[in-house]
């Protein structure tokens, strides 16, 4: 086992995942290529909807935050498993349809959706639109006034949390672009004015503190501070929130420097902030929504690649160039991501070489990762980056007009295509 326990070296000292060999893999899709094991992706969704339900009721759901990992069959296993979906622009709702999601369980978020956009979720009825903010709040309601419907609304909330995790993935804090804050008063004016718009029912409350976080503690603040905001609302209006979505985050494994998190104990957790509060201010226990993405799919996916050149600059460092890069996997140059990299064909040999992993483009930042441990690397061998199943093909690009890796599916010891290799004709498909 490496990292996980679908990740494993078989007798010729090739890396395996889902026991299929890595090295055999690459040379019958060829490089870059996501491989995404599909039974690590449906044991976690299994793992948060029995804790959900479990912990916070039957009504309790997980979506699958669908930004991390994005197309038709993805969404054709979460309903498989039962789950709902987040989705957050067009572009996914597109996608959520043509996989025949059904409607009602996608909830449609993004701080900023178009006229359009909002007029093609009431399209395909999607289950919740999560109102970020007052223009949008007034705009669904001219929306579903036009189209004679009441839409289902949540509203998102800053909770006002600082999750410890990198600056550019916190999004609970009160000067966050998202949502309205409880602490400026700006929570309770929206939510007074959506009980009042025309054809809106608001249903409940989301909040979302951030990404890649592994301290429970802040997840069960929020959860805290967001049931006395649903008691407060009740107090002072009235009116009786029924659903409550979490948001997702939890972190996961990269190296062996990350811990593992037992997400069913996180829930239980969390669930408890909630469930004793209800109990002890006489407060019905709201419909409990967790929306979960990284933490579903990162650890199911690698990302493989054939080694080209390999620079040694003495006294300064070495450089392992791979046929792919910033381009499938941009989190490096973003966020100073780190991963775990080994050479495929001999992950059985000590990671005693001390190296930076670069990509293709002509762009210094484009990296996979600086000074990694991995086995010494000759042009030729396959090198595979794990945990990338998420945010990694659903952040890919075309830059340096490099086409997208396809994404491979392995299960029962199979591998099948998802996603086909983009091809140069389809980067120029849209060229006048
Ligand atoms: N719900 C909402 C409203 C979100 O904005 C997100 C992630 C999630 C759920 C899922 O969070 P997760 O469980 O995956 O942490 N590109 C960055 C991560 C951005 C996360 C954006 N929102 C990265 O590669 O680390």
Redesign the pocket.
């Known amino acids: 086992m490496i990292l996980y326990p679908h990740l494993s070296v078989n007798e010729q000292g090739h890396l395996t995942i889902g026991g299929l060999d890595t090295v055999e893999l690459a040379r019958e899709f060829g490089t870059p290529a996501y491989i995404i094991d599909e039974d690590v992706i449906r044991q976690n969704m299994r793992i948060y909807l029995k804790a959900a339900t479990e912990n916070f009721g039957a009504g309790a759901l997980p ?1 699958f ?1 669908s ?2 990992l994005c197309f038709k069959e993805i969404y054709k296993i979460a309903a498989e498993e039962g789950l709902g979906i ?1 989705c ?1 622009s067009g572009g996914e709702l597109y996608t959520a349809r043509a996989a025949g999601f059904p409607a009602e369980k996608i909830f449609f ?1 993004g701080n900023n959706k178009t006229d359009r956009d909002i007029s093609d979720a009431m399209e395909m009825g999607v289950g919740r639109i ?1 109102v970020d903010n007052i223009d949008e709040l007034y705009a669904v309601s001219d929306e579903a006034k036009a189209r004679s419907i009441t839409q289902k609304i949540l509203l ?1 909330i800053t909770p006002g949390i600082d999750p410890h995790t ?1 600056k ?2 916190v ?1 609970g804090s009160v000067d966050s672009k ?1 949502g309205s804050a409880i602490e400026t008063g700006q929570a309770m004016d929206i939510v007074k004015r959506a009980i009042a718009a025309d054809n809106i029912e608001l249903c409940g409350l ?1 909040c ?1 503190i ?4 592994f301290d429970v503690q802040p997840f069960s603040d929020a959860a805290d501070i967001m049931i006395r905001f649903i008691a407060d609302i009740k107090n002072t209006l009235g009116y009786t929130i029924k659903e409550l979505n979490l ?5 996961v494994r990269y190296t062996e420097d990350d811990p593992q998190i037992d997400y069913a104990a996180a829930i239980s957790d969390i669930a408890s902030v909630v469930t004793d509060f209800c109990a002890q201010n006489g407060i019905a226990m709201p419909e409990v929504r967790l ?6 799919v990162a650890a199911a996916g690698i990302t493989l690649y054939t080694v080209g050149s390999v620079k040694e600059i003495p006294g300064f460092k070495n450089y392992i160039s791979v046929d792919g890069g910033m381009p499938d996997n941009p ?1 490096y140059a ?2 100073q ?1 780190r991963y775990t990299a080994l050479i495929a064909n001999r992950a059985d040999m000590p990671r005693s070489y001390r190296a930076t992993v670069a990509g293709r483009c002509c762009e210094s930042g484009d990296l996979i990762g600086e000074d990694m441990d991995i086995q010494p690397a000759r042009r030729g061998d396959i090198l595979a980056v794990l945990v990338t199943g ?2 990694n093909y659903s ?1 890919a690009s075309n830059y340096n007009r490099i086409p997208r890796p396809p994404v491979i599916m392995v299960k029962g010891g199979k591998a099948r295509l998802a996603v086909a290799r983009e091809t140069y004709e389809d980067l120029i498909r849209l060229d006048l």
């Open positions: 979506l935050a930004k991390s987040d957050v978020h999560v998102r990198h550019a993935v999004t998202f989301h979302h951030g990404s890649q976080i948001g997702g985050g939890l972190g929306e979960p993405g990284r933490s579903l989190r973003l966020y991501s998420a945010y952040m």
